[in-house]
């Protein structure tokens, strides 16, 4: 738990398990179990897994000047997301790169509550309640639970009415075995899933339940780290770990657009006067580069950092790689040369422990048209 400041009340239950709550941005947190992660993985895509993702940074936003504040920090038009609704925005810098994404709960007319990741999201709401009728709370007592996969809803419908009328990105407060929860149907797995946010004194009783009255079904507890193998099928990046704050360009200061992360269709149509927007807008057509999928000749992964290569030049890097064991393909999320992100381009993958053919590949490679995290009913 090197660096951690923040405190999880789930702790005894993942050393119960194996974890030795490894840090993420000051939270302890359960990257690991004592079993093989792809047991995980294979869980929340043919049954469900339930994580703690209470790591993720989590904030309340008030007052009348709340939506205008949102409006211009992020990309999304705040005004039009709706009590009951949320929507997944970036924050960008003043330069029109990428510094954090989130997601943006609007709870009432002047009530909002933000989840953030690895970056500076905070750093920039934080400043802009001063002088503004507006009060900004970063809450660490609620923590965030995540139910994942196709019987996540077979599941939770027996205790929370209506939950399989709730829509995709949409959010509910709601009481789960007696206790007061903010359900939320988001995820980072690319399945159908629900985030269940509860106070700190309730969710190891909440986790005890599920873990309990799941085990019928094959719901597991999953470890953190199952993620990465979600994210590359599912095309989830990961700040900073797919960014150039990792794998710096050769010239020139780090941060990438939203352009060259395929993260522009976060900003809302026409919408102009958010932070970095001019910068944006001016750098649509100049990308460095393009994330893209990879799939390798190999039965082994790609290790993160492994370089891409057309002959004798560089033209990529892995940032992720993974090895499904339902369907024994080899995948990968990486960082390619403009020209070479075309689908069935064939590169050369020389990483320190692997060599292997690798071909370009559009992403998602699961479920491409997200039919399963927005199924209804």
């Known amino acids: 738990m090197t660096n951690s ?151 939770l419908a ?61 719901i597991v507890p999953a470890a953190f780290c199952a993620l990465d193998a979600l994210r590359v099928e599912s095309y989830l990046l990961f700040f900073p770990f797919d960014n150039s704050q990792v794998y710096p360009f050769p010239q020139g200061p780090q941060g990438d657009t939203l352009w060259e992360l395929g993260l522009d269709f976060t900003v809302s149509p026409g919408k102009t006067g958010f932070r970095g927007a001019e910068a944006h807008y001016r750098a649509k057509g100049r990308e460095r580069f393009k994330i893209f999928g990879i799939e390798l000749e190999s039965d082994k992964p790609a290790g993160n950092g492994d370089p891409l290569f057309d002959g004798d030049r560089q033209v990529g890097v892995v940032t992720q790689g993974m090895v499904s064991t339902l369907t024994g393909r080899s995948l990968g999320i990486a960082r390619l040369d403009v020209d070479k992100a075309v689908p069935g381009t064939v590169l050369d993958l020389r990483g320190a422990e692997l060599t292997a053919k690798a071909v370009a590949a559009e992403l998602p490679f699961d479920d491409p048209k997200k039919l399963k995290r927005t199924a209804k009913g």
């Open 158 to 218: 027996r205790h929370v009415p209506g939950i399989r009328d709730l829509a995709y990105f949409g959010h509910v407060s709601t009481t789960l075995f007696g206790k007061p929860v903010m359900i939320s149907r988001t995820g980072y797995t690319g399945e159908r899933g629900y985030e269940i946010f509860s106070r700190g004194r309730d969710v190891v009783a909440i986790w005890d339940q599920i873990v309990a009255e799941g085990k019928e079904m094959g």
């Open 5 to 155: 400041w923040r405190t999880t009340a789930l702790a005894e239950r993942h050393r119960a398990l194996g974890s030795n709550l490894e840090d993420w941005i000051g939270m302890p947190t359960a990257w690991f179990y004592d079993h093989d992660p792809s047991e995980d993985h294979v869980a929340i895509r043919t049954r469900a897994g339930l994580m703690d993702v209470s790591g993720l940074r989590k904030l309340h936003l008030t007052g009348p000047h709340a939506t205008a504040i949102l409006d211009h920090a992020t990309t999304r038009n705040a005004e039009k997301i709706m009590p009951g609704r949320s929507a997944y925005c970036c924050f960008l810098s003043e330069e029109g790169t990428f510094i954090d994404d989130g997601i943006l709960y609007r709870k009432g007319p002047n009530d909002w509550f933000v989840v953030h990741g690895g970056g500076s999201a905070h750093d920039v709401l934080a400043p802009a309640v001063v002088g503004r009728n507006a009060a900004l709370l970063f809450d660490d007592d609620l923590h965030d639970i995540s139910l994942q996969g196709p019987l996540a809803v077979d599941y």
